[in-house]
């Protein structure tokens, strides 16, 4: 069974651009979560789809944003870049069932860095 | 609110020897806790899970974790190190949303551990 796939795995970008991330999930599972990864802050969650619907959001502002196709797979886009945006962006995939013990299985990430 | 607090940033050991990874959690619920192994530039990958069923559990590549609730602790711990287990290591509890539903990954900062020859 293929893994949880993130692309573009490395991407520079400029201050006030836009980008989008993409996750493919691994086959079956219907809910992605989306993760920021900085050396100061640590892992933060960014927010979760099911089903094509925002399930949980984290505490990002409004610039952070995302969105899930009927194949589960999901993007995630950030507009007008800042410099503290620079991270590991991380995505996770799962069945989506509301056990406790559902199993995330993360991608390798995309490392983004914003000049 | 859930919350982890991993009481190490750094931990060092020599080969052969023990290790044990500390974290304290705060839930005001029966918790779901995880760890969670990340090597340099790799992703994430679960190590082991608590599930209830049992207080110490077994997880991969030798490692295990104890529950204790006395102590709202989950430490991780291996008999004996390997080189390859140099990596980043994460405390995880399971976010309650209001209502009780479960919520997201819940990180603790990290601990490093390395591992001398």
């Known amino acids: 069974k293929a893994g949880v796939t993130q692309t573009p795995r490395y991407l520079i970008k400029t201050r006030g651009q836009q980008v989008t991330l993409s996750c493919s999930p691994i086959?079956?599972?219907?809910?992605v979560s989306w993760y920021q990864q900085t050396p100061g802050q640590g892992l933060q969650f960014l927010f979760e789809?099911?089903?094509?619907?925002?399930?949980n959001k984290g505490n990002f502002p409004g610039r952070f944003s995302g969105r899930q196709f009927s194949n589960s797979r999901s993007e995630m886009n950030v507009s007008t870049l800042e410099l503290g945006d620079s991270a590991l962006y991380l995505c996770?995939?799962?069945?989506?069932?509301?056990?406790?013990?559902?199993?995330?299985?993360f991608g390798p990430g995309t490392r983004l860095t914003v000049l | 609110a859930q919350s982890v607090t991993q009481l190490d940033s750094h931990v060092s050991v020599s080969e052969g020897t023990p290790v044990l990874l500390r974290c304290n959690y705060s839930s005001s619920y029966s918790p779901s806790l995880f760890w969670y192994v990340q090597h340099p530039n790799k992703g994430l990958q679960l190590l082991l899970k608590?599930?209830?069923?049992?207080?110490l559990v077994k997880g991969i590549n030798g490692f295990e974790a104890e529950f204790k609730k006395s102590e709202t602790s989950f430490h991780l711990t291996k008999p004996s190190a390997h080189m390859s287990d140099a990596a980043e290591y994460f405390c995880?509890?399971?976010?309650?949303?209001?209502?009780?539903?479960?919520?997201?990954?819940?990180f603790g900062k990290g601990t490093k551990l390395s591992v001398k020859p």
């Open positions: 996770a995939s799962s069945r989506g069932d509301r056990s406790s013990y559902n199993e995330q299985f």
């Open positions: 086959s079956g599972h219907r809910s």
């Open positions: 995880v509890v399971r976010g309650l949303n209001y209502g009780g539903s479960q919520g997201n990954l819940i």
């Open positions: 608590y599930t209830s069923a049992a207080t």
């Open positions: 789809y099911f089903s094509e619907t925002q399930r």
